[in-house]
């Protein structure tokens, strides 16, 4: 099959190209590193030709709440216009565990203008709602730092590792489409204060996590639950403890 991964530079993205080639596929990376613009448009129709699937694991390059939206929103109708002119015959795009139920969070009402999109496309398609990567806890660290103290919510969170999101969205993109939802999470659930303390001191990193309710995740105070799955999520494998392994050797 040719499947064109939109994002396919980014890092959830050259990890689906690569596992989608080792099983034989025709796989194209498309961003603008390779000279297609979701935004502007440029390169879209001509790298769809002949495609059978599109995958979406682009991100926006600002988190600004406008810039965010304004991304997935053009971004989203951009693709969407062009695989029904090359008859795409599977969407598949990567979202976030809880965007339906916290439109509170800037970010997550970004996702689900792009879902709803995709939902209404006519396009058959699949979304996969992930919780955080253990890749990201180094960036929510350094979003939540306020005169040397990491301020975090004590709620809930359930991450899991960028490789084992790739494979189920390789698998996913290789299989019929869902139409519908379906959520992964990593196989372990912490207090977010806990979770980012120990990956930073894990990388030695000697800022002070506090346990603060009221501290703000994309904007919005989140509650205890905002963050795990909503109903019977697959379960990915690696530990948080086996990922920071190599986060350990080499510091
Ligand atoms: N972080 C989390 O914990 C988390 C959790 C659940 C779901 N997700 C979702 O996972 C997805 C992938 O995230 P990621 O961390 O892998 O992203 P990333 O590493 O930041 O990569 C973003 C990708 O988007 C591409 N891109 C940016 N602007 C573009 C444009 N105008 N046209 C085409 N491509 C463009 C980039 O291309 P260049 O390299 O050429 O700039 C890059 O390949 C996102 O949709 C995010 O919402 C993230």
Request: aromatic share 6%; hydrophobic share 45%.
């Amino acid at each position: 099959m040719k499947i064109v991964v939109i994002g396919g530079t980014g890092l959830i993205g050259s990890k689906v190209v690569s596992k989608l080639r080792e099983v034989g596929h025709d796989v194209v990376p498309a961003s603008p590193a390779s000279g297609v613009n979701t935004i502007t448009g440029e390169g879209l129709d001509q790298v769809l030709a002949g495609a059978s699937v599109v995958v979406d694991v682009s991100n926006s390059p600002s988190f600004e709440d406008t810039e965010v939206f304004n991304f997935f929103e053009t971004s989203t109708r951009n693709i969407l216009y062009a695989a029904t002119s090359a008859r795409v015959g599977h969407v598949v795009a990567l979202s976030v565990v809880g965007t339906q139920s916290h439109p509170e969070i800037a970010y997550f009402r970004a996702k689900t203008v792009q879902e709803n999109l995709i939902k209404a496309s006519g396009i058959p398609f699949s979304l996969v709602h992930s919780t955080q990567f253990f890749e990201f806890v180094a960036s929510i660290a350094d979003a939540a730092t306020t005169g040397g103290d990491v301020l975090i919510p004590p709620v809930l969170i359930q991450p899991i590792a960028a490789d084992d999101v790739a494979t189920i969205v390789a698998r996913v993109a290789e299989h019929a489409p869902l139409n519908g939802i379906h959520e992964i999470a990593g196989p372990e659930v912490f207090r977010f204060d806990e979770l980012i303390r120990r990956g930073l001191q894990a990388r030695h990193d000697s800022r002070t996590v506090v346990a603060d309710p009221h501290a703000r995740y994309f904007g919005a105070e989140i509650a205890e639950r905002t963050l795990v799955p909503e109903g019977a999520a697959e379960l990915a494998a690696t530990t948080f403890a086996q990922w920071l392994t190599p986060v350990e050797a080499v510091s």
